[in-house]
């Protein structure tokens, strides 16, 4: 009995014991617990300190003792300033005799110490003062500018001053071919041509572009890809030969030509800043007529042009006409169809060009704008005024340069107009008399076309310096007899 009650009260003991003795337990173990994750970060903190450490001492041997490596230095300093530094190492100095501008005059200098105020002589008096005031201004030696060499090759400033206009070939009395309209072999490195007078026929140019866009740009549907063409052509001429005008530049990834002689720019792919065939309206000095050849009628039609400078007749009224229908009422032109289908042109490479010349005689004012005078729409325009103005200085010559050349890919006809003028008082000398007899060399057709019994007593007569008088009978009578004022018998 005893032994079992004994065994109870300790069984009884340590059951009342336990939960103490649980508690002390899960502190020891949240200790160590705890005792373990202080222990953990320290090592890493400590590993991570070597490691920093290490980093510090790596970079201080690679870089010889530094953190980092030294900076890259560019030498920013104008080509004259290292080269002035290099002749320095390499010979003395110059000698430099610098003037510096004072206020008063120097002690050992040979300037006159005289005061204007004890000269009693007027004119001396004024000569000190004057010596005087020019001493006392900044004076400056050669060596202060230096000798040029410091300074970079200053182009001229106008480069196309120097360019004078291409030459027109003399003017010829007697008859051209009436089958090759006077047609000779073009120059490949002359089909476009700038001079001196650009900038004055771009301004007249752009002008008639903005005021009458539709009457100078007229362009069908089916000649486009044609047009594109030539405005690749146009461009690669106008770079290749004048890179100083003009240049090929890039603009976000958008391919343009830029004209730096008006600083305008135009893209030369899709989606164009205008028309592809005003683009090279815009950029040269011609005017340019597509020609294509109808596969079903075998003739030449206008499907595109850029006539700015019209010489009597209207864009919109020829546009997809053949060349029969353009150039009916114009003599010698009949014959173009046949010039276009004869062997030597209609087999023609796109490296072969060819030219011709013509002239009209148009009467107008000095004062006449540059854009009025080139727009003629109507052949009565040409012979603007009255007799009072039928004067030597108001006549001019209206030259054409006429150009053909077939594109490679599109098989078109390019047909490139040049239009210049001239006032008939500034026809040299020499050239009057070849003027006079190519004018009274015309064929009856010709002459009425061009309006030669108008002005002809005029022109003729100055040009082979006669005294001439005209009045409403001479004007309208036969242009064979001339009217003289003290003729020899």
């Excluded at 991570?48 to 001492?57: K, P, T």
């Excluded at 042109?345 to 013509?358: C, G, L, V």
């Excluded at 108008?454 to 009217?483: I, K």
């Amino acid at each position: 009995m005893s032994s079992s009650h004994a065994s109870t009260t300790t069984a009884t003991a340590t059951a009342k014991a336990s939960p103490h003795s649980k508690n002390l337990f899960q502190l020891s173990n949240n200790a160590v617990n705890v005792g373990t994750v202080t222990l953990l970060i320290l090592a890493i903190l400590a590993l991570a300190y070597f490691l920093w450490c290490g980093s510090i001492l790596a970079r201080l041997w690679y870089y010889q003792g530094q953190f980092a490596p030294e900076h890259t230095k560019y030498d920013i300093r104008p080509q004259y300033l290292k080269d002035r530094y290099r002749n320095s190492q390499m010979n003395p100095p110059p000698s430099r005799n610098t003037a510096i501008a004072r206020t008063e005059p120097g002690r050992f200098t040979g300037q006159t110490l005289v005061s204007p105020a004890t000269v009693t002589d007027l004119v001396i008096r004024a000569h000190l003062a004057e010596e005087r005031r020019i001493s006392r201004l900044p004076a400056f030696v050669q060596d202060d500018c230096g000798d040029g060499s410091e300074f970079p090759d200053v182009p001229l400033a106008d480069h196309l001053r120097a360019i004078e206009p291409h030459p027109d070939p003399p003017f010829r009395a007697g008859l051209v071919n009436y089958m090759t309209m006077g047609l000779r072999k073009l120059v490949i490195d002359n089909w476009l041509t700038v001079d001196n007078t650009y900038k004055q026929y771009h301004e007249a140019r752009i002008e008639l572009l903005h005021k009458c866009n539709a009457e100078v740009i007229q362009v069908l549907p089916e000649a486009e890809p044609a047009c594109e063409e030539l405005m690749r052509e146009v461009v690669d001429f106008l770079v290749k030969k004048y890179p100083r005008f003009f240049k090929i530049v890039i603009r976000s990834g958008v391919r343009k030509i830029r004209n730096e002689l008006v600083q305008e720019e135009y893209s030369l792919q899709r989606p164009f800043d205008c028309q592809p065939l005003e683009v090279c309206a815009r950029l040269a000095m011609e005017d340019f007529s597509i020609l294509k050849k109808s596969d079903f009628t075998q003739g030449h039609h206008l499907q595109a042009s850029a006539t700015l400078f019209p010489a009597g007749w209207r864009l919109r009224q020829r546009i997809g006409k053949s060349i029969t229908d353009v150039h009916g009422p114009v003599p010698l032109w009949k014959d173009l169809p046949d010039v276009l289908n004869i062997s030597y042109f209609a087999r023609i490479n796109p490296d072969s060009f060819m030219e011709r010349s013509s002239f009209f005689i148009q009467i107008a004012p000095p004062a006449t704008p540059l854009a009025a005078l080139l727009f003629i729409q109507d052949g009565k325009d040409f012979f603007a005024g009255n007799l009072g103005t039928m004067r030597a200085d108001n006549v001019i010559v209206r030259r054409e340069r006429q150009t053909f050349r077939r594109l490679g890919t599109s098989g078109a006809i390019v047909f490139g107009v040049k239009t210049s003028v001239q006032r008939l008082v500034d026809v040299p000398v020499n050239e009057r008399q070849g003027l006079a007899d190519e004018i009274k060399s015309w064929p009856p057709e010709m002459a009425t076309y061009k309006g030669r019994d108008l002005w002809q007593r005029t022109v003729v007569g100055f040009c082979e310096q006669r005294n001439l008088v005209h009045d409403d009978r001479t004007v309208a009578s036969d242009a064979g007899s001339m009217t003289r004022v003290n003729e020899e018998e």
